[in-house]
């Protein structure tokens, strides 16, 4: 049962652009979100988090928008860059039981120079 | 400050034998938690632990234990090997407070042959 569901398996954008990734979560008690990068043969990168008390939460390029009526969150890279191709997990918990995250499959993000 | 360091990086078993990985996890965090990566899966959450004690267990057989000890540091242990068990798999710390992003370290590859 997948709990935590990234339904792109792959997006492409061009260098300069906006990316926007998406990711859909079933349980509501979930109220803790995590993205991650992952490159080949690493651990996944800590990039940026949202609490559910939260609908926005920025870090440079990086924006998370969490809308918890629709299950949903999104990742926005603006702008996208090279370097930022990479397979990006989001995962999610209910902190008030520890720290056990379920994670998507992951979206796969190609930005073209 | 040093990252979560897992050790051995590279392992090949056969099927019926016994490993144990390690993780030690960035210094001052308290809660270490284990994943299994697979192509097919993603990644799955085995367990946490916390203090020493386990917080929290995922959906794995008891072929899959660990353990914490007093300076943090977390083995795991997988008995009677199966082919299915060949995966990345992954440690991330925390702080342990509830709410609290994970950083993961760089794997360890499992090949059972």
């Known amino acids: 049962d997948q709990q935590v569901k990234q339904n792109s398996p792959s997006l492409s954008v061009q260098e300069g652009r906006i990316s926007i990734l998406n990711c859909d979560y079933t349980n509501s008690m979930f109220d803790y979100f995590l993205w991650y990068k992952k490159y080949p043969a690493e651990g996944p990168t800590f990039l940026i988090s949202?609490?559910?008390?939260?609908d926005k939460n920025e870090d440079g390029r990086f924006t998370v928008f969490l809308n918890k009526s629709a299950k949903h969150l999104s990742l926005h890279i603006v702008p996208s860059q090279p370097g930022d191709s990479a397979v990006y997990f989001c995962a999610a918990s209910n902190s008030n039981t520890g720290n056990q995250f379920y994670f998507g499959t992951g979206t796969s993000l190609t930005v073209i120079p | 400050k040093a990252g979560v360091t897992q050790t051995p990086r590279y392992l090949i078993k056969t099927r019926g034998q016994q490993v144990t990985l390690s993780c030690s996890p960035i210094s001052g965090h308290r809660s270490v938690s284990w994943y299994q990566q697979t192509p097919g899966q993603g990644l799955q959450f085995l367990f946490e632990?916390?203090?020493?004690?386990?917080?929290n267990k995922g959906n794995f057989p008891g072929r899959f234990s660990g353990r914490q000890f007093s300076n943090s540091r977390s083995e795991m242990n997988v008995s009677t090997l199966e082919l299915g068990d060949s995966a990345l798999y992954l440690c991330a710390s925390s702080l342990g407070s509830l709410g609290n992003e994970q950083f993961f370290g760089p794997g360890t590859r499992l090949t059972v042959l």
């Open positions: 632990y916390f203090s020493e004690t386990q917080r």
């Open positions: 949202i609490s559910s008390i939260k």
